[in-house]
């Protein structure tokens, strides 16, 4: 116990050094900006572009080669429970190095192909890379160092998904456009800037948590500054405050963001239908089915800035932040459904439904570390994430279905309102049932 608080007061006296200036959690915020915009972004936010040229290379339908994403999606839902675990026992730095191992001999894998099905076990290859990234590598980070500022930060860093694939969206393109096979030179470029860029921050600058350099959370110093011991106590305590796994999955709470982080990721999936909607105007509204791109860009910048501005937001309230996303998101389809001819408002309704989009990555992991600490904060966290992860797999069949129907994208638009209260319903709840340790 003496060591402990010798520790702490150490950490206290360099925390104090750093208040007002720089501090180890920037370095691991920037490796979490890599880990988004580079290996989540071109493993993930670039699939699209390969689904075209390689489909039509090996000529078959796109559902044969779009299938190994599917099950990319459920290798990562297998993955998040085992990886959470590591998070929360392993050092960080072996984690996501080797997850960033994986993404980069995967992207060599896809670049290898021969036969449709070897697509299939490359997948699962990327999706237990990937699924520690994604889910696990920033809100567990930015949770473990950051006592302040904590939603801006995970918001940010979940931006660059965003980023990285509008930049790295036309630099594959252009590679897969200079050849016959120029799909394969763009997933072994991908693979070496996954590798080259990322590994460095992984083994090198990333750390578990603020004692492995001797220092405290970003922002404890500030608490109490005047009081070095109490604060390190303070912070100390604040780090291991919080419900362990096994207790939280008996509790109501922990059910409704499990079904708030399955129902709103549904609801993201509309996203890959805009330009779709965009494009059944081709006989009547010829102009607006021309802008179907431009629809999709604006919903991803509103995505963009929607993670930035949700986090800032919720740093302040979750609650709040909630409300604010879903407003947004029913608004934007409203604008969408309701002004369709009107390139403006249609261009507004996307970007407000990026907003919506945002909360998946960014109010998901605010409402687990709101209602259950950061005690056992991985190990809770993936199990949620499980559910976002399976409902990935599916909603893309279920929105073709309806769209399909009678309904079309009217019922589809419809049914997205009913999603998105359905989520702001069971954000209410969770936050409302808080276990009592957790309640001030």
């Given at each position: 116990?003496?060591e ?14 750093k ?12 490796s ?11 493993v ?9 040229p ?27 429970p ?29 670049a ?7 697509f299939?076990?490359?997948?699962i ?17 930015i ?15 979940m ?40 590994l460095?921050?992984t ?67 509309v ?26 860009s604006?919903?991803m ?11 800032s ?13 879903i ?6 389809v ?10 403006v ?16 990555t ?15 904060y ?16 599916v ?20 049914l ?23 309640k001030?």
């Open positions: 116990m003496a402990e608080t010798n520790k702490c007061a150490a950490a206290t006296e360099k925390g104090a050094q208040k007002g200036g720089f501090h180890y959690a920037h370095l691991i915020v920037l979490c900006i890599v880990i988004t915009c580079l290996p989540c972004a071109l993930l936010s670039c699939a699209g572009i390969f689904f075209t390689v489909s039509d290379f090996f000529g078959v339908p796109k559902a044969s080669f779009t299938l190994y994403f599917s099950i990319l999606n459920l290798a990562m839902m297998a993955t998040l085992i990886g959470g675990k590591l998070m929360a026992t392993k050092d960080a730095r072996l984690v996501l190095s080797v997850s960033t191992i994986l993404c980069g001999l995967g992207m060599f894998g896809m290898s192909c021969q036969e449709i099905w070897q299939y076990l490359v997948g290859v990327l999706g237990v890379g990937v699924a520690p990234l994604i889910y696990l590598a920033v809100p567990t980070l949770n473990a160092w950051c006592v302040k500022r904590v939603g801006f930060y995970v918001g940010l860093c931006a660059f998904t965003g980023i990285g694939g509008v930049i790295f969206n036309t630099v594959g393109t252009s590679i897969i456009q200079s050849g016959a096979e120029g799909w394969r030179q763009a997933y072994f470029i991908f693979g070496i800037i996954i590798l080259v860029g990322t460095p921050f083994l090198f600058v990333v750390r578990s948590k603020p004692s492995d350099k001797g220092l405290l959370p970003y922002g404890a110093d500030e608490k109490d500054a005047e009081k070095d011991e109490a604060a390190s106590a303070g912070a100390s305590g604040a780090a291991q405050q919080g419900v362990m796994a096994a207790d939280a999955m008996h509790m109501p709470a922990f059910w409704a963001i499990v079904a708030f982080c399955g129902v709103i990721t549904l609801n993201q999936t996203y890959q239908f805009l330009s779709s909607y965009a494009l059944s105007f081709s006989e009547t509204l010829p102009e607006i089915a021309a802008a179907s791109g431009v629809i999709a604006s919903a910048l509103g995505q963009a800035i929607g993670k930035v501005f949700l986090g937001v919720s740093d302040r309230s979750v609650r709040l932040g909630a409300i604010c996303g407003v947004a998101g029913v608004a934007g409203l604008l969408m459904w309701a002004f369709p001819a009107i390139l408002l249609l261009l507004a309704g996307a970007f407000l439904f990026g907003v919506v989009y945002a909360m998946t960014v109010e998901t992991p605010l409402l687990v570390r709101s209602v259950f600490g950061s005690r056992d991985s190990n809770i966290y993936s199990r949620v994430s499980m559910v976002g992860s399976l409902m990935s797999a909603a893309a069949v279920f929105w073709s279905l309806v769209i399909d129907s009678a309904g079309g994208y009217g019922l589809m638009f419809a997205s309102i009913v999603c998105m209260v359905v989520c702001l319903a069971l954000a209410l709840f969770a936050l409302a049932h808080k276990p009592e340790a957790q001030e």
